[in-house]
Structure formats: structure tokens, C-alpha cells
């Protein structure tokens, strides 16, 4: 059976009113995923969620497992993948509590397990990645988010750092020159791996807080957890509409 899977990061190891059916532990050849993955439906729809930093939020990003996530979901049925991922603003409109579905990335990662390519292969194999997300889903977020009443923004660029550590400021001013308008530390790999698996991936970025430097004050994590469950709120409500579309 296919179906969409759903790849909640922090703020998100629990989808509210979904109704699980099946809690499933996948071992796969790359180790073992971040969480069990449940099995269940949400507003009607069947679907699969895993915890990117593991149910009990135990995992700092470089730590978590990707090619497991991945693979995981592959053998699940995930017809697509919709990843959730708590960013900093940098550009002036992501602001703080907002939802923004970015078209772009700059990895800015290393020493990460980023390929399924590596060993055993028949021929070397670069997978195009001109367009990371895949556009029809980003679409579809979009047209939920909006029949949702949400200020989404449209578009800008992830940059994926390695953490578990904030940036610099002038870390930040360097991505702001590179083009990045949101900061994260989970988009990379898992984009990649996705795309190697020849699966639709889209990323929900909720943005949890100002990126350092663009404010006089250091970053908080109180503060984070405020936006961040402002932001879930709203994902809650484009998920409604999103998985009602479907
Ligand atoms: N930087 C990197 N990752 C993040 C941030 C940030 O400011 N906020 C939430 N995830």
C-alpha cells in the first residue's frame, strides 16, 4: 500500500488526533531508523509518521540515522514524503512563527552517511537534484496552507548547517550572502536520500526564531518553543487541509 508519510522534527515527535493503528520497529541495511514508525490516518487519510529526532526527542541531527529514516519509510510504501523542520528566519519576512515551504538548498553539512551510491555499485550514479523539493507537493502545501488561512511564505532557500550548536552571526551573514533565507540542520541529507529513492519531498519549515545576529538578544530556547508551538498549531490546521485534498 502507498501512502504519505510524515517526518515530524522538533516540536513534532507526536501528530495530534492521529489515530494509530500499527507501531512498526524496520530494521534496514543501513541500521536502525530514529523511531518506530506508526501506521495509522489522519482526518480520514492513511498515513506513516516517524520522529526525526526519535520519540523521546533524544537525537541531535548530525547523530540521526537519514539513510535508516529513508529506507524505512521506502519499505513502508511512502508514496511521498512531507518533512517537518523547525528553522531559523533570516530573510526579513520569515519571521518567527510562520510556515514556509522553501524551493532551494545549500548544504552546508560533513561527515554525514549522504548516499545510498556508495558501495556495491554497477556504475556511479549522480541523481539530478536541480529542484531538491519536488514542485507538485510544494504546490499542494501551498494551496492547503492558503485554504487554510495561513501566511505561508512561498519559496526561499534552506541552508542546512551540521549543529547541534546555533551559527555565528557571521556565519549567518555568510549564508545571507550565499543566498540562504531560512537555517535549519535537518534538510540535509534527508532531501538527497529521498530523491535517491525516487520519492516526493516537500519540507514544511516552521520558523522557531530570528537566525543569530538578525536580533540584539542571544537566542533563547524558550523563546524557540513559543514559536515553535505556534507553528505547530498552524501545521495542524494545513494538514487538515492538505490531507483533505488528497
Ligand atoms: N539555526 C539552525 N537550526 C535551527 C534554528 C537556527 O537558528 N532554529 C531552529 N532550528
Request: charged share 20%; glycine share 10%.
Amino acid at each position: 500500500m502507498t501512502r504519505l508519510a510524515i517526518i515530524g522534527g522538533s516540536g513534532l515527535t507526536r501528530l495530534a488526533e492521529f489515530q494509530i493503528s500499527e507501531r512498526r520497529r524496520f530494521d534496514t541495511p543501513y541500521g536502525t531508523p530514529s523511531a518506530d514508525l506508526t501506521f495509522g490516518t489522519l482526518f480520514g487519510q492513511e498515513l506513516v509518521f516517524l520522529a526525526r529526532h526519535g520519540d523521546a526527542h533524544t537525537l541531535p541531527p548530525h547523530r540521526i540515522n537519514y539513510r535508516a529514516n529513508l529506507w524505512a519509510l521506502h519499505q513502508a510504501g511512502a508514496s511521498s514524503i512531507v518533512a517537518v523542520a523547525a528553522v531559523g528566519g533570516i530573510r526579513s519576512d520569515m519571521a518567527p512563527g510562520r510556515l514556509a515551504i522553501p524551493e532551494q538548498i545549500v548544504d552546508y553539512t560533513y561527515g554525514r552517511s549522504h548516499t545510498f551510491f556508495e558501495d556495491d555499485l554497477q556504475h556511479v550514479t549522480h541523481i539530478d537534484f536541480t529542484r531538491p523539493y519536488d514542485p507538485g507537493l510544494r504546490e499542494r502545501l501551498l494551496a492547503a496552507g492558503h485554504a487554510a488561512n495561513l501566511r505561508m511564505v512561498d519559496g526561499g532557500v534552506y541552508g542546512c548547517t551540521q549543529g547541534p550548536r546555533l551559527e555565528t552571526a557571521a556565519e549567518i551573514v555568510r549564508m545571507e550572502r550565499d543566498g540562504c533565507d531560512l537555517v535549519g540542520m535537518t534538510g540535509m541529507p534527508e532531501a538527497t536520500l529521498a530523491r535517491e529513492l525516487e520519492t516526493p519531498y516537500a519540507c514544511c519549515a516552521v520558523i522557531a526564531n530570528w537566525a543569530a545576529g538578525k536580533t540584539e538578544r542571544e537566542i533563547s530556547m524558550a523563546e524557540i518553543e513559543v514559536f515553535l508551538a505556534q507553528g505547530m498549531t498552524d501545521l495542524h490546521r494545513l494538514l487538515a487541509q492538505f490531507l483533505k485534498a488528497v
